[in-house]
């Protein structure tokens, strides 16, 4: 009974209105999948929060689960602030920078394995902070790097070691060959990278 029923039903509307409504269905089947899919997408990458031109906000990038915290103003000495300042300074330039690769890097992995910890040596006595500037493209990609790569080096290379070590960081950290070639963050930053003692040799 049923059957003939729904037989009649079909069989006395025209194809055009059972195509239609058919068509009508996926589309709004394939919208709602889409929609709910863009939700979960934009939730788990923050995006709902003041997402503008592209550009994640400070606050996407976490530190033992807590938002990195805006500085107030710019700081003449970067190199004297606390270490979660002083990321939080690198931080703001990198998810900003107009390097697709910086922001690849940093956009990639926004709990932080690490914070910028600089270099300090004596000379003559005295304590001194090495300093730390993004004006170079491989300085900004190597600070995102040193933020959020594990490393797979366990001894710092020879550059790192030495006193004429010009990269700024405090510790030695290495991607593999698949970062910066082999080359360690604080070679990277300094252009050091061809006499790095993990450098892939090609
Ligand atoms: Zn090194």
Redesign the pocket.
Known sequence: MHDQVCADLIGSSPLFYSLSGLIGYLFFTAQRKSFSELFVLFKSHNLLSAMVDGIFPLTSWKWEGIPLPKLEEQPDEPHLLSSIDLTSWVVNQLRTSRYNDVRDIIEGKKDLVRLIELKERRERGDKVTATIQLTRQQRFSSSAAYLVTEPT?KE??????SRS?S?PCA????GGPELFTG?????QYSSNASK???YAKK
Request: hydrophobic share 25%.
């Open positions: 080096n710092p290379c020879q550059q790192c070691n070590s990269g510790l030695c950290i290495a080359a360690c963050t604080n070679c790095y003692t993990f």
